[in-house]
């Protein structure tokens, strides 16, 4: 699996040495936890990635503020919608903006950094959320666990943002069904997607790899209406086991993903994928799958290998 990137990102990870915990009072910038630094922040504004509650505004023994937004989130995990509530703690603050109990949104400024901001996370216990769509292994602290929180990237996969469907075939009869039942009369193309329905992981076995994609006008407004990205998509995998009402499913994949495959993943063998549905060609008799990315092993077994290591150190 490797992680795609359609823009610029604005972070850069590393481990970092910083303070963190809920006893980040007695600690000083010698202290090592999992940190994203946010490059280049320095004499600049932190703002929140996140909508929360300023559970805490503390110093450390730098003299350095960390401010704690207690903040939750949602997931898919062995087909079951859950919810993760944590921590997400800002680091070497110089100035704060807000006050404890305020509620803030993504984006709110929380103050001045000096020297680069850092942020981590904390959850009072290990679960299925940060063990995936962490890069790191957390560390234990007073109690709690710290993780980088790499999900707070939008370039980052968030894998457990996608539902677990069991037949991508049935899915798709599915989905071509909603859309007649809408009584829209087909034209050229219909963008139809509805993000919590739509976005799914599902298992398939490549015969081929990707081959050069078909420029339609279809997914020229496929990618802008949904991505805002013209040019997202490279190359595609036609699904030819069966149709869905006379309409091919095809895969889309972004950039490199062809040179990826070939190099991770063998052909005829088990392979996720992380897609969303999108868009019914009309013209071209084709049902777009637009993947974001894909993997060789189940979340499942993700969660239980790195679980593993926790328990057999």
């Known amino acids: 699996m490797k992680i795609k990137i359609i823009k610029l990102t604005i972070f850069f990870f590393f481990f970092t040495s910083v303070s963190h915990s809920q006893n980040l009072e007695l600690t000083d910038s010698g202290f ?11 004499n600049n504004n932190i703002n929140s990635d996140v909508d929360g509650i300023v559970s805490k505004i503390i110093k450390n ?19 079951n919608l859950s919810v993760e509530n944590y921590d997400l703690i800002y680091g070497n603050i110089e100035k704060v903006y807000i006050k404890e109990n305020d509620k803030i949104n993504y984006g709110t400024a929380i103050g001045l950094c000096e020297p680069e901001c850092f942020v981590t996370s904390s959850f009072e216990k290990l679960s299925p959320f940060p063990i995936r769509l962490s890069q790191r292994k957390a560390i234990k602290f007073d109690n709690y666990y710290f993780f980088t929180p790499d999900w707070i990237n939008k370039y980052n996969t968030n894998f457990l943002s996608f539902r677990s469907i069991s037949s ?11 859309w007649k039942d809408e009584n829209d009369d087909p034209s050229d193309f219909t963008v139809f997607h509805t993000n919590s329905i739509d976005r799914i992981r599902f298992q398939i076995n490549l015969s081929e790899y990707p081959k050069e994609i078909l420029r339609t006008e279809g997914l020229f407004h496929t990618e802008h209406q949904i991505y805002s990205t013209p040019d997202l998509f490279f190359t595609e995998s036609i699904i030819t086991k069966y149709k869905i009402q006379g309409y091919s499913p095809v895969i889309f994949w972004q ?9 991770e993943y063998k052909l005829n063998s088990p392979l996720f994928v992380y897609a969303s549905v999108t868009t019914i060609d009309h013209i071209n008799k084709r049902i777009y799958i637009c993947a974001r990315d894909f993997t060789q092993s189940d979340d499942e077994k993700v969660v239980n290998d790195r679980l593993n290591q926790y328990q057999n150190p």
């Open 61 to 79: 023994k730098d003299d350095k503020y960390l401010v704690f937004i207690k903040t939750k989130t949602s997931y898919f995990y062995k087909n």
């Open 32 to 42: 090592n936890l999992p940190s994203l630094i946010y490059q280049n922040s320095r």
């Open 168 to 178: 991508l075939q049935n899915f798709l009869n599915d989905y071509f069904n909603r």
């Open 255 to 263: 950039k490199n993903y062809d040179t990826y495959l070939k190099e």
